[in-house]
């Protein structure tokens, strides 16, 4: 079974700040992806961004990029220029290749201070 | 295009009594996913469906809930005899046929058992 864990149940930062939230994950597979996503107050879970456990290169989408440590099995989430809407639960969620549902992470409170 | 559709958004129902969840998946979705959400917990994996297949009902906590995905397409979440503890946010997900296809989920149902 996997588990996946995020050590940091809430996170405060200022406005433009860059911060970095962890996630480390336990599995046997070696066919897997990992995935961060987004809870804002409104409940509606969006995806922020994935990477494919084969690919080497770390991914980016604008503003968010992640630090995947495969030999650590570590999954970070990093957000420059933090704004206001990023305010938000943030959920770290493993998936074994092929079609499976998602293992999620406790998640983390995010808070950006004006 | 639509997204992923539940319904009611919000349900308060007295304990004992029955309550039956609505999500109409986003369409050519074959995989359908229900997940619960506790008050400050991550997402507890309760049923998924893939196609024609038998589901996975592995998550479930106990014989007071069933899902029917009729169609392929609307899923029903039943849950009998109603207990506070069922109190939570369930949420549907659906998810494409590519391997690395993302969940996309839902606005949730807020369940509150009184």
């Known amino acids: ?114 | 295009g639509a997204g992923v559709s539940q319904s009611p958004s919000n349900k308060v129902t007295e304990k004992g009594k029955d309550v039956e969840l609505r999500c109409d998946p986003i369409s050519g979705h074959t995989a359908l996913y229900w997940y619960r959400q506790s008050l400050g917990q991550g997402l507890e994996f309760l049923i998924y469906f893939q196609g024609n297949s038998a589901p996975d009902k592995s998550g479930l906590p106990s014989d007071r809930f069933s899902a029917e995905r009729t169609g392929g397409s609307v899923s029903t979440l039943t849950i009998q005899r109603t207990q506070q503890e069922d109190s939570a946010v369930y949420l549907c997900a659906s998810r494409g046929t590519g391997l690395n296809s993302p969940l996309h989920f839902g606005n949730g149902t807020r369940l509150t058992v009184t």
């Open chain 1, 1 to 114: 079974a996997q588990t996946v864990t995020q050590s940091q149940p809430e996170m405060s930062v200022q406005e433009a700040e860059t911060v970095t939230l962890s996630c480390t994950y336990d599995t046997s597979e070696s066919n897997y992806y990992l995935f961060w996503y987004k809870q804002p107050p409104s409940r509606q879970m969006i995806l922020v961004i994935r990477q494919e456990a084969y690919k080497q290169q770390n991914a980016t989408e604008n503003r968010f990029s992640v630090n995947f440590q495969k030999a650590a099995k570590s999954f970070s989430l990093k957000i420059s220029d933090s704004q206001l809407g990023d305010t938000a639960m943030y959920f770290c969620a493993f998936m074994r290749g092929g079609a499976d549902g998602l293992t999620f992470g406790k998640g983390t409170h995010l808070i950006i201070q004006p």
